[in-house]
């Protein structure tokens, strides 16, 4: 079994083509469009879903390579499977990233199980070796993390701009991010509300500036 190297991949305003037209294929869609993808769908034939899509590119017609120019990313979701392999050698040989649905030997990149609270995400993958553990572990580890890591993600981005425009000293701007990530504020957040937690970041801030 491959070893993938883990990456968050930006997508936002780039190409990414889709082959198929079922809705594996649409779900597919779905995620590339929540990450900000131009997203291009290539199928002789749309699911319901997909014709009613908008905000993409539908092609109408078999898949051929010249489809892929321009892509970031190349996921196949056809039933036919010879079409699939020839998505991923065109895609392979054009250097683009290309993922095959449910054949991880027809992978340059997997999709792992993913969940997300704000801006925070968690990915859960077992390199292609069993999705529905993946998935298992992700309904699990979603019940242990509510919404209180949303706010908590929201207020430390804010924290971190005003300790990086007002610390010089990158010693300090370290310990004073790395105080204020701790789990404990977590906990103010469920107790006492994000303004009491925001409170006692400040006053953290303020003093680590005062004594230097």
């Known amino acids: 079994m491959a070893k993938y190297y883990p990456i968050f991949l930006n997508i936002v305003g780039k190409k990414c083509v889709v ?16 990450a900000g993808a131009m997203v291009t769908v290539v199928s002789p034939e749309f699911c319901s879903e ?13 898949y051929s390579e010249e489809l892929l120019g321009g892509a970031v990313i190349v996921v196949a979701s056809t039933d036919d499977q010879e079409v699939n392999k020839k998505v991923y050698y065109d895609a392979v040989n054009l250097g683009i990233p290309v993922n095959v649905v449910d ?5 340059s990149f997997i999709v792992p199980s993913s969940f997300t609270r704000g801006d925070l995400c968690i990915s859960i993958s077992t390199s292609g070796a069993s999705p529905a553990l993946a998935s298992n572990i992700r309904a699990y580890l979603e019940k242990q993390f509510g919404d209180e890591y949303e706010k908590f993600v929201k ?15 990158e010693s300090i701007r370290r310990a ?7 789990l ?5 957040i469920r107790k006492d509300g ?16 005062l004594n230097g």
């Open 50 to 62: 997909l014709e009613k899509e908008t905000g993409i590119e539908k092609i109408r017609q078999k």
């Open 103 to 107: 054949k991880p030997e027809y992978c």
């Open 194 to 209: 994000i303004s009491e937690a925001k409170r006692k970041m400040l006053a953290l801030i303020s003093e680590k500036i």
């Open 19 to 34: 082959i198929g037209g079922g809705s594996v294929a649409w779900r597919k869609v779905c995620s590339l469009m929540e």
């Open 155 to 169: 207020l430390l981005s804010e924290m971190r701009r005003k300790v990086i425009s007002e610390i010089e000293d």
């Open 184 to 188: 404990d504020f977590l906990e103010i």
């Open 176 to 182: 004073i991010l790395q105080r204020i990530a701790g």
